[in-house]
C-alpha cells in the first residue's frame, strides 16, 4: 500500500544540529497536512510541527524557534530541522501523513512511520 519511513536520527550533543526527512512512496493519491510527533521515555506522544500541503506551518512551543519544518510536495517529503537541541528533545520522532490513497478516494486516513531516535546529550 502505502509507506512512511524517517530517516536522519541519530546522537548529537546539546547545542548540536540534527535533520530527519519523512518520504512517503507507494500507491498515493494525494497528501494533505503532513506533522512530527515525538515521544519520550514515560511520556505520551506529543505534536512537535505541523505543516499543511500549501505550506502553512505550526510548532509546539518548546520548539519554536529552534526547528523548522518544510516539504517538498514533488518528492512527497517532509522534514524537520533541529537546531539548538537540548536534551529534553530526545525522543522518538515520528512522521504523520493524512493521505488519500489509490483505491480508498472516498476519504483521508492517517498515517504514521516507525520512528527514528533522537538523543542529545549534556
Known amino acids: 500500500q502505502v509507506q512512511l519511513v524517517e530517516s536522519g536520527g541519530g546522537l548529537v550533543q546539546a547545542g548540536g544540529s540534527l535533520g530527519l526527512s519523512c518520504a512517503a512512496s507507494?500507491?498515493?493519491?494525494?497528501?494533505?497536512?503532513m506533522s512530527w510527533y515525538r515521544q519520550a521515555p514515560g511520556k505520551q506522544r506529543e505534536l512537535v510541527a505541523g505543516?499543511?500541503?500549501?505550506?502553512?506551518?505550526n510548532y509546539a512551543d518548546s520548539v519554536k524557534g529552534r526547528f523548522t519544518i518544510s516539504r517538498d510536495n514533488d518528492k512527497n517529503t517532509m522534514y524537520l530541522q533541529m537546531n539548538s537541541l537540548k536534551p529534553e528533545d530526545t525522543a522518538v520522532y515520528y512522521c504523520k501523513a493524512q493521505m488519500r490513497v489509490l483505491g480508498y478516494l472516498s476519504r483521508t486516513y492517517d498515517y504514521w512511520g516507525q520512528g527514528t531516535q533522537v538523543t542529545v546529550s549534556s
Open positions: 507507494g500507491s498515493i493519491f494525494s497528501i494533505n497536512d
Open positions: 505543516i499543511t500541503r500549501g505550506g502553512s506551518t
